[in-house]
């Protein structure tokens, strides 16, 4: 079986030009990493700010072109430096961006932002697109009379429900979600969650879900790979990631992660008392 | 007599829809050396109580309370001339977004150096050597260097430990740290609720910190303060709100993280609570 998403050393070089005062200087921002996503799994990419993770994530969602390397969906080899993308390949992979305040045009309506990627990407006709939005508002847990309402008459998570449905209109097989939740309170967090969840069971969806969050990762992927600087420090089911970290950064990671489990508090209270 | 007390605090705003109660009838008290923490989510009231406090808050609030006592100095009848000798000085705060709350003009050496003057009165030299000082007790390396530095110039790591340096500049009593750590990684997350612990416990300072996030509340608070829409919905010591969390609304926040969940789906608020089931199961 081919994999969704197959990535082979990919890296990723920014060129800053020099100037009368500055040098010129290269960025690595990706430095050769590898991976591969079957279908209906959830791989997760965790790193710190500046690690390259949304960087790849612009990479995978051929927004911006790789450095070197192969990057194959469906076990097709994408190169957008070299040639120009297919529709068929746009319509293939799709992106949820962190912020569900800045991502969704404010002059637009929920309905033209959702029936924007069908007219750019298919030839479908009004009312077939209108239906089609229609029908994919109630798959996201909104209602049709939200059709024609503005980005600004919805909460955070109603919006991120929208990001969530715009990426979903054109039947993606690969989802990439740039830090979904991370903007949400921690119930409306766990609604997006549990929203993701039944989407990917009912389309069979495969996630690249970018997050800081451990606790987020833990609970929604199958695979774990952490970044630092640009590099893939650690990859494996999320079994062996969290239950036998080999990399010092994971480690790191790990301690530096707050725990709201009684025995911790009941350890940094015994602490407290004896210092 | 503790060290700050608000009894029935009440912060309206006047809107276009008549006026707004972002905060109704909460209260606390702080102790001198302990650590509360405010959870809630956002709308809950919990900036806003605190920003009304330190009488922060625009024209358009109006807020009321029995009491808003800090030191045994009612803060509500003060003169706002009397009030700014409190405010910087023996009560401080940190603000959410290191980066946004740092003026981008100046240097953050200026901007600590100005607290110094206007509050201590210090000259030129003292104050440079109490913002070194500073800086390196919050652990900045090359502080000397570092106070000729633009904000943009520093990462929101670096930002962070600058405000919490300027808040801590006067030794206050109380510090009011609002989601001090949101904007953070992880790994600068920890460093910075080390040090502002390590802070707290040697200067013996009470200390607020509002959060939304269970795991900081765990790793740092004596006593915690839930809230709900603007209403105070459980008060309880840290371990039996972890342990035994006496309020529905408390179960449900902490069923809800994903550290906890049982099964595939982690349960939601909203679908198993609605507003009144949550008010009338607060203690």
Not at chain 1, 41 to 50: C, F, H, R, Y
Not at chain 2, 144 to 157: C, D, T, V, Y
Not at chain 2, 201 to 222: F, K, Q, R, Y
């Amino acid at each position: 079986m081919t994999h969704v998403l197959e990535a082979k050393n990919l890296t990723r070089d920014y060129h800053i030009p020099g100037s009368l005062f500055k040098k010129a200087k290269t960025v690595h921002a990706v430095k050769g990493v590898s991976f591969s996503v079957d279908q209906g799994k959830t791989l997760a990419i965790v790193g710190e700010s500046g690690c390259g993770k949304s960087t790849l994530a612009r990479i995978v969602t051929m927004i911006d072109p790789a450095t070197s390397g192969d990057m194959l969906i469906d076990g097709q080899k994408v190169d957008i430096a070299r040639e120009s993308l297919t529709p068929e390949m746009r319509q293939k992979v799709q992106i949820v961006f962190q912020n569900p305040y800045g991502t969704l045009n404010p002059r637009k309506k929920i309905g033209e932002i959702l029936t924007e990627p069908l007219i750019i990407n298919t030839n479908m006709k009004a009312d077939d697109r209108r239906d089609k939005a229609m029908a994919m508002l109630k798959k996201v847990g909104l209602e049709e009379k939200h059709y024609g309402r503005y980005p600004h008459m919805f909460s955070g998570g109603q919006r991120q429900r929208v990001a969530i449905a715009r990426a979903l209109m054109l039947n993606p097989r690969l989802l990439v979600l740039d830090e979904p939740v991370s903007a949400l309170d921690l119930s409306v967090q766990a609604q997006v969650l549990n929203l993701l969840a039944d989407l990917q069971d009912e389309f069979q969806l495969t996630y690249v879900f970018i997050s800081h969050d451990l606790s987020v990762v833990r609970y929604i992927a199958d695979d774990v790979m952490v970044m630092y600087y640009g590099e893939a420090v650690e990859y494996g089911s999320r079994e062996e990631v969290f239950s036998d970290p080999k990399h010092s950064y994971t480690r790191t990671l790990f301690a530096a992660t707050p725990r709201a489990d009684v025995e911790s508090i009941k350890a940094r209270l015994a602490r407290k008392n004896a210092a | 007599m503790s060290l700050f007390e608000i009894e029935n605090l009440v912060v309206e705003f006047q809107t276009a829809a008549g006026p707004f109660r972002a905060v109704d009838g909460v209260s606390m008290k702080v102790n001198a050396g302990e650590v509360l923490a405010i959870v809630g989510e956002s709308g809950s009231g919990k900036s806003v109580s605190m920003l009304a406090a330190m009488g922060l808050l625009p024209w358009t609030a109006k807020v009321t309370a029995d009491k808003l006592q800090f030191n045994g100095i009612d803060l509500l009848g003060l003169s706002p001339s009397d009030r700014r000798t409190i405010v910087g000085k023996d009560i401080a705060m940190i603000f959410q977004e290191p980066i946004a709350s740092l003026n981008p003009c100046f240097t953050v050496g200026f901007q600590i150096e100005e607290v110094l003057r206007i509050h201590l009165g210090l000259d030129r030299a003292a104050r440079r050597a109490r913002a070194i000082e500073l800086f390196d007790l919050v652990g900045i390396p090359n502080p000397a260097e570092r106070l000729s530095h633009f904000p943009h110039q520093m990462s929101g790591g670096q930002c962070q430990r600058v405000m919490i340096a300027i808040a801590l500049s006067c030794n206050p009593k109380l510090l009011i740290a609002d989601e001090p750590t949101t904007a953070l990684d992880v790994t600068i997350q920890k460093q910075i609720l080390d040090l502002l612990m390590r802070l707290q416990a040697e200067h013996g300072m009470g200390l607020i910190i509002i959060t939304h996030n269970m795991g900081v509340v765990a790793e740092t608070a004596d006593r915690v303060i839930v809230q709900y829409k603007g209403r105070k919905i459980e008060e309880a010591d840290v371990l039996s709100l972890f342990e035994a969390p006496k309020s529905t609304y408390t179960r449900a926040l902490l069923s809800a993280l994903p550290d906890n969940a049982t099964g595939d789906r982690l349960p939601t608020i909203a679908e198993f609570l609605s507003d009144d089931q949550i008010f009338a199961g607060a203690v």
